[in-house]
T-cell receptor, first 107, second 115 residues
Framework: RKEVEQDPGPFNVPEGATVAFNCTYSNSASQSFFWYRQDCRKEPKLLMSVYSSGNEDGRFTAQLNRASQYISLLIRDSKLSDSATYLC????????FGAGTRLTVKP | NAGVTQTPKFQVLKTGQSMTLQCAQD?????MYWYRQDPGMGLRLIYY???????DKGEVPNGYNVSRLNKREFSLRLESAAPSQTSVYFC??????????????FGPGTRLTVL
């Protein structure tokens, strides 16, 4: 079983749609959680950290459920520029990345 | 600030050849990392260096060696390349290894093909 598992995708949504990504992790000792964004043939970049109380950054909302070992990312009012692969990342002793969920936002 | 730089950007090797991937960061970070990214697998940690003078194995260290040359530079060496090492290699750095503010900054990647 992979340490970090994500929805395989791809997600194809129209502009303005709301889309949610899910991620589960296996190590209950994990301490920190992140969502990274990776554009095609580019390096990953931090989108947002995920805090226990949940956090929001503009159109993006991240939630953490430690009991279920589950992380989510919600994107509201999708833009064309949101098209990318979204990586769920869990930090225990080192960073473990999910395989990513690909999102395409269409006009 | 250049952030994290990697050389080369592309490389083609024959099976059995050796090479070193170079990585440097100018953010005065303590920790540095080498990952490989394969389709459907996500990024997997090869080796990391929590601080200058230390290195540790990650998830997939076999076939690789690393050197933390100084605080800025962290190199990855393939002694005898194999086709299974065809991948995109990313170097990254962060202030510390763990913690809620442990943002990692990535280099642009090296696309390696082993024939």
């Amino acid at each position: 079983r992979k340490e970090v598992e994500q929805d395989p995708g791809p997600f194809n949504v129209p502009e303005g749609a709301t889309v949610a990504f899910n991620c589960t992790y296996s190590n209950s000792a994990s301490q920190s959680f992140f969502w990274y964004r990776q554009d095609c043939r580019k390096e990953p970049k931090l989108l947002m950290s995920v805090y226990s109380s949940g956090n929001e950054d503009g159109r993006f909302t991240a939630q953490l459920n430690r009991a279920s070992q589950y992380i989510s990312l919600l994107i509201r009012d999708s833009k064309l520029s949101d098209s990318a692969t979204y990586l769920c990342v869990v930090n225990t002793d080192d960073m473990r990345f999910g395989a990513g969920t690909r999102l395409t936002v269409k006009p | 600030n250049a952030g994290v730089t990697q050389t080369p950007k592309f490389q083609v090797l024959k099976t059995g050849q050796s090479m070193t991937l170079q990585c440097a960061q100018d953010m005065n970070h303590n920790s540095m990392y080498w990952y490989r990214q394969d389709p459907g697998m996500g990024l997997r940690l090869i080796y990391y260096s929590a601080s200058e003078g230390t290195t540790d194995k990650g998830e997939v260290p076999n076939g690789y060696n690393v050197s933390r040359l100084n605080k800025r530079e962290f190199s990855l060496r393939l002694e005898s390349a194999a086709p299974s090492q065809t991948s995109v290699y990313f170097c990254a750095s962060s202030e510390v290894v763990a913690g809620p503010h442990n943002e990692q900054f990535f280099g642009p990647g090296t696309r390696l093909t082993v024939l």
